[in-house]
């Protein structure tokens, strides 16, 4: 039988840009124009608040990874912690997150391609999928390259535009759009000009941005030295959010009044045609094709990975437990590309709201997982005193600080189902859910049978 055991052969260097590759995506691209449309600049406050709850979240998960040499997901946590149908449910959810993500994003690889080559948009993404595919299947050595270079494409793209952003505020450079100041942020309407409904509103999409920063601890079996690694890259989260995200929304801000974006453009497209880049708009698709493949890439890599470990478990098919000569579970690996493959090609046919809808149930599942990490954490900290006396990693602030982002969660599920756009979503979600506890009540009913009868 094939070696069973994933390869540790993730450097410090990928599950750094890994980390950050997960916190900068097409929430932060594409999705914060809609966003700054609801709040304006009390956007800032939405991704602030966001971005200290997920913190936490990371913090429990890092603490619960490091406990106990065996854990290689937070899926085995929840089944130590929770038992075996939380794992399950949790497991299959979160495959079913990053699938909803990877067929979003591969589509919009096909939209970004048509910028530049009259071709069907289906072509360059079951091009995209078949390379991702074919990478991923060598090593995970190459998945953390892979993921290293599309994260430093981000890094430097707001890199540029923070620094492009400090000179011509120092500058008062003026602009179409009127004068760079950091006065854009307040004269407008205020810093609330929709008032605190449309601040609301904006975190469902907020949420979003920030899905796929817990694929450090997906990661997590395949470090070299998790020790080290999975701390380091936690501890920085909170910097990088107030740069990547604090900072880059207030220089946007600062150039382009919140009043002249569009909901359905890019505000980087439009920062970087705005002071005077003939050639913004291709630079700017370029990343954003990159961040696309880039979520795309981590989704096939971690969809596969949560399938590995739902087997290992008992929890699905025998053969997604299998790797390849490479260490790579390629069964598992080559099903998840499937499923997104049709998504793909079927989602051709979904109408203009689509991108909104999947938003929604992902960052809603989202939402499941990490509040299943916290509820771990919480089990944690009442149960398991000899485990705690050992940590070299403790989450701060335990447990109150996990009840109020357990808070701050429900709140804004509560928001999603006042709001009209969200509100489909969020109702048809539990049928998700419903699906995967029939399906685990009948896989123990088997179970129980064929015990009966050995």
């Known amino acids: 039988m094939a070696q069973q055991e994933l390869k540790r052969d993730l450097k410090n260097r990928h599950v750094q840009l890994i980390a950050i590759g997960g916190t900068i995506g097409t929430g932060l691209f594409l999705g ?23 913190f936490f979240v990371m913090r429990a998960l890092g603490e619960l990874l490091l406990s106990k040499a065996g854990y290689q ?5 929840a089944k130590d912690y929770l038992g075996s149908r939380a794992a399950f449910v949790t497991g299959w959810t979160y495959w079913f997150c990053w699938i909803m993500v990877a067929m979003a994003d591969v589509i919009a690889v096909g939209v970004y391609v048509q910028y530049w080559f009259d071709i069907p948009q289906w072509v360059p993404a079951i ?26 494409i981000k890094v430097i793209t707001i890199l540029v535009l923070i620094a492009i952003g400090v000179i011509l505020l120092v500058m008062g450079f003026k602009t179409d759009a009127g004068t760079v100041t950091i006065q854009n942020l307040w004269e407008h309407g205020g810093l609330f000009p929709n008032g605190i409904s449309g601040f609301l509103l904006s975190f469902q999409m907020v949420v979003f941005a920030y899905v796929g920063v817990e694929l450090v601890g997906v990661s997590a079996a395949e470090t070299s030295n998790p020790e080290k690694n999975i701390p380091s890259a936690i501890n920085k989260i909170p910097a990088r959010i107030l740069f990547f995200y604090v900072g880059a929304l ?15 453009e890019s505000p980087f497209v439009k920062t970087f045609s705005l002071v005077g880049i003939p050639i913004a708009a291709g630079i700017i698709n370029f990343v954003v094709l990159t961040s696309a493949a880039s979520a795309c890439n981590s989704g096939l890599f971690s969809t596969s990975r949560i399938l590995f470990n739902l087997s290992k478990n008992d ?8 790797l390849n000569k490479n260490f790579v579970p390629s069964n598992a690996l080559f099903t998840s590309t499937l ?31 990490w509040g299943i990490i916290l509820i771990c954490h919480i089990k944690y900290k009442k ?32 928001i999603m189902l006042v709001a009209e756009e969200t509100r489909p979503a969020l109702l ?26 050995a």
């Open 428 to 453: 048809l979600t539990p049928l998700w859910f419903i699906l995967l506890f029939i399906l685990y009540s009948n896989r123990r009913k088997k179970e129980k049978d064929i015990k009966l009868t």
């Open 250 to 264: 207030i220089i946007l801000l600062c150039i382009n009044p919140w009043t002249e974006l569009n909901a359905a």
């Open 127 to 152: 091009i995209c999928l078949i390379i991702l595919l074919g990478l991923n299947l060598l090593t995970v050595k190459l998945f953390g390259e892979l993921e290293f270079w599309f994260a430093l």
């Open 339 to 369: 499923v997104v493959s049709v998504g793909a090609l079927l989602s051709k046919l979904i109408p203009a709201q689509a991108f909104g809808i999947v938003t929604t149930i992902s960052a809603i599942c989202f939402i499941w997982v």
């Open 383 to 414: 149960t398991r005193p000899q485990l705690q006396e050992k940590s070299t990693f403790k989450a701060p602030f335990t447990p109150f600080v996990n009840y109020a982002v357990l808070t701050l969660f429900a709140m804004i599920l509560i």
């Open 315 to 322: 929890q699905a098919p025998s053969n997604f437990a299998k």
């Open 73 to 77: 997901s937070f899926t085995d946590i």
């Open 32 to 54: 914060s124009g809609k966003a700054i449309q609801l709040a304006g600049p009390s956007i800032i406050f939405a991704y602030l608040i966001v971005g200290i709850a997920v």
